[in-house]
């Protein structure tokens, strides 16, 4: 059974940082893609940025390009995502995410879900 677990949340200022973790589990990744994902209040959940377990290639939403890199740790099998310079409207709830195959931008192409962790950003 593969389960995602999101960490690294929580309250921080315009500008400031943070660095999400996902810890996956439950099989081995190899030939996954894993993707962050974000939800805001009355939005849709939307991609933020994603990464192939097998050849690290990565990729970002234009919203957030240049301030957030997503990483992975095979030997944990956990993957980053490291955001800087952070805005008000990054607030969101974000989710990691993981699907056979390529990364895809769309949310309902991806088979295993972690239940969120709250990044709130203040003015």
């Known amino acids: 059974q593969v389960q995602l677990v999101e960490s690294g949340g929580g309250l921080v200022q315009a500008g400031g940082s943070l660095r999400l973790s996902c810890a996956a589990s439950?099989?081995?990744?190899?030939?996954?893609?894993m993707g962050w994902f974000r939800q805001a209040p009355g939005k849709e959940r939307e991609f933020v940025a994603g990464?192939?377990?097998?050849?690290?290639?990565?990729y970002y939403a234009d919203s957030v390009k240049g301030r957030v890199s997503i990483s992975r740790y095979d030997a944990k099998n956990t993957v980053y995502l490291s955001m800087n310079s952070l805005k008000p409207e990054d607030t969101a709830v974000y989710y990691c995410?993981?699907?056979?195959?390529?990364?895809?931008?769309?949310?309902?192409?991806?088979?295993?879900w972690g239940q969120g962790t709250q990044v709130t950003v203040s003015s």
């Open positions: 995410a993981a699907r056979l195959g390529a990364v895809r931008v769309d949310s309902s192409e991806y088979d295993y």
């Open positions: 439950g099989r081995t990744f190899s030939g996954y893609a």
């Open positions: 990464i192939s377990w097998s050849s690290g290639t990565t």
